[in-house]
């Protein structure tokens, strides 16, 4: 009977343990404004280093990375289609990609 009362004390101290340091971030994460910069990518579409899902989401090493390196600088990538490099340094030298999201 007394491992039993001691069982259940330590079962209600972790779990106030649990609800007391859980952060408030976690708990509110939906209400907490997105403050992150937002930095334009060109990428070029290539099987295994950069696609895209129907959803719009992109994936592979190229996109991986780059969430990874806007995950440490607190930026949000958005990225631009190109159908070859000589496409997105066009855009580049052109400025054409930051003139067509304006």
């Known amino acids: ?3 039993n009362k001691f069982f259940i004390m330590r079962i ?3 779990a106030l343990m649990v609800f007391v340091l859980l952060p408030y971030q976690v708990l509110y994460a939906d209400e907490i404004p ?10 070029v579409l290539q099987s ?3 696609m ?7 994936y592979g090493f190229d996109a991986e990375f ?4 806007a995950q440490y600088a607190n ?9 070859d490099n000589v496409e997105m340094f066009k855009g580049l030298i052109c400025n054409d990609l930051l003139s067509s999201i304006k």
């Open 34 to 43: 997105d403050t992150r910069e937002p930095v334009h990518v060109g990428v």
């Open 48 to 50: 295994g280093v950069a």
């Open 12 to 14: 209600l101290i972790a």
């Open 66 to 69: 780059m969430y990874k390196i």
């Open 52 to 58: 895209t899902t129907d959803s719009g989401v992109y």
């Open 75 to 83: 930026l949000k990538p958005i990225f631009h289609p190109y159908k």
């Open 1 to 3: 009977m007394r491992n």
